[in-house]
């Protein structure tokens, strides 16, 4: 298990590989997360290396590397399915990975392929991935993934309204769907989406 910190640091060595090639200098990390002490980043590299995150060649810190299932396991995504940006439909997990990389990592994310256009003026286009942070609960205004009824999932603007629930397209011709709460499970929330223009 890591700390919140050993997670951060973590993430930002990931990022910077990703974008650069290779590892950031000690200095690089604290400038990013703002500590100033080398040797506490010192301690918490080490720290990732002895858990199995990280590895260093030699002796220089741009020798570190992401051991191979800390690499795969923060840039691909599970691909667990379809979501309905229309009426809702069944959600039936798939069995297939999708790499994004970057900022779209996380052990709590997944993505889903929306299908249908309630969701298009939030810039949400049938066919589009969203990359989700898996939570069971959400603020007014967040984009959610909500299970109705434990059976059928869709894609909408969460508002609560005390013992209610309104599920809100992004699309002027269709009206929200309003369900007692007790009828609404939240299963995440989007943080980012994907467009192919194949």
Same mark, same amino acid.
């Given at each position: ?34 500590? @100033?002490?080398? !040797? ?99 603020? @007014? ?46 299963? !995440? ?10």
């Amino acid at each position: 298990m890591l700390t919140g910190l050993e997670e951060k640091v973590l993430e930002f060595i990931t990022r910077y590989i990703t974008q650069n090639g290779h590892s950031p200098t000690l200095i690089e990390i604290g400038d990013a997360l703002e500590i @100033n002490s080398k !040797g506490t980043i010192h301690r918490y590299v080490d720290s990732l290396i002895k858990k199995g995150h990280l590895h260093r060649d030699g002796r220089s810190w741009r020798g570190l590397r992401l051991t191979g299932e800390q690499n795969k396991r923060l840039i691909i995504l599970p691909f667990v399915g379809r979501i309905a940006a229309g009426k809702p439909i069944e959600a039936i997990p798939e069995q297939l990975e999708i790499n994004f990389s970057d900022m779209l990592m996380g052990s709590d994310r997944y993505a889903l392929e929306v299908r249908g256009d309630s969701m298009i003026e939030a810039g949400i286009f049938d066919g589009d991935y969203v990359v989700v942070r898996q939570t069971d609960t959400a603020n @007014n205004g967040d984009i959610v993934i909500a299970l109705i009824d434990n059976g059928e999932a869709t894609l909408k603007r969460l508002r609560k309204h005390g013992d209610r629930v309104e599920l809100i397209p992004a699309n002027q011709s269709m009206a929200p769907m309003i369900y007692p709460a007790d009828r609404v499970y939240i299963q !995440g929330v989007v943080v980012g989406q994907v467009r192919s223009y194949r």
